[in-house]
């Protein structure tokens, strides 16, 4: 296909979107499934094409002057894919399967356009009613998190130290571009894709299957890190999900010791069982029922909550979910995180550690929820955020926002990770 064809073929894309408010990756896998002649290529093009739409819709809808589908779709061209205006209709020139071309008038408006002179929610790339959620949280940095929410993110990985070192997996990995992160100590990074690249399927090395590495992101990293895990302890996952952080939680504890990887909805878990098998971590118990976690209570030298979250700090990876999330959703969250974070208290034995994460950038999901907990449960205290982050990451003291009492936090523009939370609570003794 050539360009034309991939643009429309996006633009069909975004318009199902739009008309069925469903995710992109559905809609994506959709029009693979019915445009069978498409190549991996091809389908690769496209999803950048609609991916870098989604991320930046109201910077691409505010350069064509329109926040159609075709708007966004071309603007994401003329954002992302290094075309001008006029170079953008040539290579569309000739092309029986491409959208109409930029009419004259949409050529005067967008020539008469500069980003850097639109309103600050446009530039941030956000919802206006998120506009004082990020000003509570960054400051006169708001605009910019914004900006880095809405870039084309990086393919991050861990290497698993229970059967490789970093340098044994960076080798393996060279002509992929791999390369060490910047924070994390075990991570890898290949840097975002540019134009219409893809990431290599590193699920498809060796090194994966043989259980070298595994795909997390950096914050993700960074958080499993400060959660201080060490050989002997008893510790609970108890959102553990998939398992990326009782992973790396249980490598830190070079399998000494137990870890207890549980969730709420089973089907989370299901994916656990294959990476712990290929990552020969063997101290993981998987705790799927209520009855299997009472013992459990007031024993755990660490309880790690991973909190359900509105996710806003991995809208770089997942651009749709920052136009269907609401007020209401935020809400739901907040009660959610609360009671969570009530119930798992009780399993945190006296002098132990409660380490609270989430993937948002919001206050009111992050430090505002720790600091109501704090107050309804007066036993659990916050640790010194500013010795944690020195005694873990000294060579990197402005690569995150710290509050001594309020946490740790991550995020593209300052971190060059997604964005994370981190509070450490220690229980009295």
């Excluded at 939680?249 to 399998?255: H, K, P, V």
């Excluded at 550690?353 to 309804?376: H, M």
């Excluded at 010194?384 to 690569?399: I, Y």
Aim: proline share 6%.
């Amino acid at each position: 296909m050539r360009l034309g064809g991939r643009l429309a073929a996006a633009i069909e894309v975004l318009e199902d979107i739009h008309r069925r408010h469903r995710p992109v990756a559905e809609a994506l896998r959709d029009w693979g499934l019915s445009h069978r002649f498409a190549g991996g290529g091809d389908r690769a093009a496209i999803g950048n094409i609609v991916y870098d739409a989604l991320r930046r819709r109201r910077s691409a809808g505010w350069l064509c002057g329109d926040d159609t589908p075709r708007a966004i779709g071309f603007g994401a061209l003329l954002l992302e894919g290094g075309y001008g205006a006029g170079a953008l209709n040539a290579a569309l020139e000739g092309d029986r399967f491409a959208p109409p071309r930029l009419s004259d008038a949409e050529l005067d408006g967008i020539e008469g356009r500069r980003l850097t002179d639109a309103p600050p929610p446009i530039r941030a790339d956000i919802p206006d009613w998120c506009v004082p959620l990020f000003e509570q949280a960054f400051g006169e940095e708001w605009v910019d998190e914004g900006m880095g929410l809405a870039g084309r993110p990086p393919l991050d990985l861990r290497v698993n130290t229970l059967k490789a070192d970093r340098q044994k997996v960076l080798a393996d990995l060279a002509p992929l571009g791999a390369r060490a992160t910047a924070i994390a100590p075990h991570g890898i990074r290949i840097a975002p894709i540019e134009g219409d690249g893809r990431h290599p399927n590193v699920q498809a090395e060796p090194a994966f299957q043989k259980g070298w590495f595994e795909v997390q992101d950096e914050g993700s990293q960074i958080v499993a890190e400060l959660a201080a895990a060490a050989p002997g302890m008893q510790v609970l996952d108890y959102c553990a999900g998939a398992g990326g952080k009782t992973l790396a939680l249980s490598a830190a504890m070079g399998n000494h010791g137990q870890v207890f990887a549980h969730d709420a909805e089973k089907a989370r878990l299901a994916p656990i069982f294959d990476r712990l098998r290929r990552s020969d971590n063997r101290n993981v118990q998987v705790v799927s029922k209520p009855s299997e976690l009472a013992p459990l209570a007031g024993r755990m030298d660490l309880v790690v909550v991973d909190a359900p979250c509105t996710g806003s700090g991995t809208w770089r990876r997942r651009p749709d979910a920052k136009w269907r999330l609401t007020q209401r959703q935020l809400d739901q969250r907040q009660a959610e995180q609360a009671a969570i974070l009530d119930t798992a208290a009780a399993f945190v034995k006296p002098g132990g550690l409660l380490a609270y994460i989430t993937c948002s950038v919001f206050e009111a999901e992050n430090a505002a929820q720790t600091a109501a907990f704090c107050g309804r449960a007066p036993g659990f205290a916050p640790v010194d955020h500013e010795a944690l982050w020195a005694g873990r990451f000294p060579a990197h003291e402005n690569a995150a926002r710290i509050d001594g009492a309020g946490g740790i936090r991550l995020s593209p523009a300052r971190s060059g990770t997604d964005g994370f939370y981190f509070c450490a609570l220690r229980r009295g003794g």
